[in-house]
């Protein structure tokens, strides 16, 4: 790899994977310790990993510090993950997302993190979002909740916007790693034609709807929002929260009313009570539609593309798309 180590460490790595065996040289539980033969990438969550994995191919080794089933904006590191954090060659983060994962890389010093929030300019916390004409109040109060400038780092859930991340992560594996750096090129296109055809059958799947108002979770699809023509109503802000103000669920209650909204989405990592709670109250059904922050625990056999087709076929029936 690029970017040498002291012998003793690359022999000490060795040394454990031939104790521990290869099954365990392969788990992502951050104690395995570095791969001679790979770039070793550290993700920060989900989709990142994801994009990681496919566009580094064989020739990364890719840990996700957010294990499967855990919802990442609040992610804690362990002293194990924050080691991780400290040897990857390459760490692939979203500054602003996840305070632990900036507080570790500001630690360890910058240079080995890519910023995927420096591809392209984030969008307002209020993008995508639902307002009436001169009745603007009630979404406002969720725009500087989050302390990361009143910008909405959910920029995954825009299929072109995540292409765009896989085209700067294959130039930076290749400066780390020149010797592959064609192939890294190669995947990120493939990569790129999956997802501009994940858009266009969204926007094909969307363009004609009886309805286009979202009633979700938490706020977590203005970029989907926005790519697609669909208007949020967030029953929390930017993070998810488990008990949101009474003010708040009435308000939401009262927009699903007034839209004829027969579905309110929860998701899969928070609790879906409160999504259930005004469903009951205006006759409508619940859904999951899925942030993509995180597969479950089991991971199910899906992946980013999989878990956004099904999100299309959920909104479609919610939305009554023809
Ligand atoms: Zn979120
Ligand atoms: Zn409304």
Redesign the pocket.
Known sequence: MMLRRPTVRVLAAATALVALGAATACSDDGTTGADPQRVDVAAAFYPLQFVAERVGGDAVRVTNLTKPGAEPHDLELTPSQVGEVNQAELVIYLKGFQPAVDEAITQSGGDRAFDVAGVQPLLAASAGG?D?EGEGAGQEEHADEEGNGGKDPHLWLDPTRLAGVADQLAERLGKADPEHAADYTARAKTLRAELEKLDADFAAGLKTCQRR?IVVSHTAFGYLAERYQLEQ?GITGLTPETEPAPQRLAEVAK?AR??GATTIFFETLVSPKVAETIAREVGAKTAVLDPLEGLSADGGGQDYLSVMRTNLQTLRTALSCS
């Open positions: 639902h009436h108002e109503v927009e007034e839209h």
